[in-house]
């Protein structure tokens, strides 16, 4: 049977370039973007798109009924930074929104569903190097809870109902093709906006705070991989590590100058710095790797080449 995919929360920094990949594979008919957001004849014209609130489970039985789903890739959230300013509106969002897509999935037999986790699971009695698949998790951020939470649920659908979820801890993200949502780890997309505006940023996080990082392409490449990856090989049904990549601000600031001479990093330290010093500094990820064969493209040198290449492309810096 040809699959049917829909995208909730495909508007967002990790939706848009997931709808992108997965429409490149399956055909844009195939693939169904929905979001809060309201629909514009751009989003149209680039394959079926629906308004829908994942709070809404009339329109959510419509929209499935409509559809008729294989594969749901369910993205929507409030993002840690947000959630923090936000704490009642992020947990009813993380949480119902999560239920109410399991629960349609259920009703309408979808085969496969994602939902993706965060390196905000993890708290400040973690161990932050290396930080291993099973450990100490005592995350202190809304955020954080909600993830740990859903992670909960995701493997107890699957062994009470049999809902077939795949999960990853996704680590901070970047990419080209949008910009982050409210995220502790959006000063390293930001900055390469700036390198290309004015060869200058000035970064909310101290020089010396590693955390795990991906390039956007490497995630999408694990979310389909897990999602895709034979039942039997998914042996992880909360969710799984994944890295890419670690480094501080400083080091990143350093890449940038290598490839852009001239460029400079100030500080101005904000409260997203309480936040990441409770995560991680980098991650084992050697059940993703043992179990689907889980591998990243991108190292820091790499992902600064594409991303000032990209953006460039883009106009940005450009006037
Ligand atoms: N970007 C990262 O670095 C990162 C890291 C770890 C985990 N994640 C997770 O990945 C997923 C996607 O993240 P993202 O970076 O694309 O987030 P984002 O904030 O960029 O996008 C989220 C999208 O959800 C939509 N949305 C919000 N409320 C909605 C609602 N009620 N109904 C329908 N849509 C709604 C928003 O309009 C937005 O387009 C989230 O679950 C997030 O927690 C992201």
């Known amino acids: ?32 973007c ?31 009924r409509k559809h008729k789903p294989t594969m749901v890739y369910h993205l ?13 509106k992020g947990w009813d969002l993380n949480m119902e929104g999560m239920f109410s897509i399991f629960d349609a999935c259920m009703e309408f037999d979808v085969k496969r ?25 005592d995350p202190n951020t ?6 740990l939470a859903g992670e909960r649920f995701c493997e107890y659908y699957h062994q009470k109902y049999g809902l077939d979820v795949r999960s990853i801890r996704y680590p901070g993200l970047i990419g080209w093709k949008a910009k982050p949502g409210g995220g ?23 020089a010396d705070t590693a955390l795990p990082m991906m390039y956007m392409d490497d995630a999408i490449k694990a979310t389909i991989n897990v999602t895709e990856a034979d039942s039997n090989l998914i042996k992880i049904r909360s969710s799984y590590n994944l890295s890419g990549m670690s480094f501080d601000p400083k080091t990143l600031s350093d890449e ?38 889980w591998k990243p493209d991108f190292s820091l040198e790499t992902m600064v080449s594409e991303m000032l290449k990209q953006l460039s492309k883009m106009g940005v810096g450009a006037n």
């Not at 798109?49 to 959510?60: G, K, P, Q, T």
């Not at 502790?184 to 101290?206: G, M």
């Not at 991650?283 to 064969?293: K, L, P, Q, T, Y």
């Open 34 to 64: 929905s979001d809060i957001k309201p629909a514009t004849e751009e989003k149209q014209d680039l394959g079926p798109y629906e308004e829908l609130n994942v709070l809404d489970r009339n329109a959510i039985t419509e929209t499935f």
């Open 184 to 206: 502790t780890t959006d000063y390293a997309v930001d900055i390469f906006h700036q390198a290309l505006i004015q060869n200058q940023y000035t970064c909310f996080l101290k």
């Open 113 to 137: 569903v994602f939902w993706p986790s965060s390196i905000a699971v993890f708290g400040p009695n973690t161990p932050r190097i290396d930080t291993p698949q099973f450990c100490v998790m």
């Open 76 to 88: 929507a959230a409030m993002l840690s930074a947000t959630a923090e300013k936000f704490p009642r």
């Open 256 to 293: 940038i100058a290598r490839q852009r001479p001239g460029f400079h990093i100030d500080y101005d330290i904000d409260g997203r710095q309480q936040i990441a010093e409770s995560w991680p500094q980098s991650i084992d990820d050697s059940a993703a790797r043992n179990d689907w064969g």
């Open 142 to 147: 809304i955020y954080g809870i909600s993830k």
């Open 1 to 32: 049977m040809a699959e049917k995919i829909i995208i909730l929360g495909s508007e967002g920094q990790v939706g848009t370039d997931l709808a992108a990949s997965l429409r490149a594979v399956y055909g844009k008919n195939n693939v169904v």
